[in-house]
């Protein structure tokens, strides 16, 4: 089982960044643009038992796979972990974890333990999942900026 962590701080109160969070279209609106997403059949909000498919289209744009996730514990504003039900992965959990640093301040963990195809190289993987998670950083301070 491969393990990816990525973390920063923003300058927002804990409550207001799982605010953001419950939006299901954050993840468009904070995604890089390869690969781009789309949700597919999203629910109307987030929740435990949640379930909803997101289409990666890859480089070249016709190459497109979908990913169905199921939100399977939702602690607000703590926590919340999305699970892979079908999808690129053998097996995927993404824990999204909220703290606060100050009432002003909060810090942001995404962990990820996932399985590989054994032919698919993990070097790889873990760059395009820093190059993602790092992106969405970036945006997320953006969105909470506006």
Known sequence: MERFEVSGTVNRPVEQVWAAHEDVHLLERISPPIPAIELINPPS?????????????????????????????WDPPRC?????????????EHTHQFSPLTDDTTLIVESIRFELNPLIDGTLVRAALDYIFQWRLRNLVQVLSA
């Open 45 to 73: 909000h987030c929740q435990a038992g949640a379930r909803f498919t997101v289409r990666l289209k890859m480089f070249p744009p016709f190459v497109q796979t979908d990913w169905q996730v199921e939100i399977v514990r």
């Open 80 to 92: 919340f972990v999305d699970r892979q039900v079908t999808g690129p992965f053998l097996s995927w």
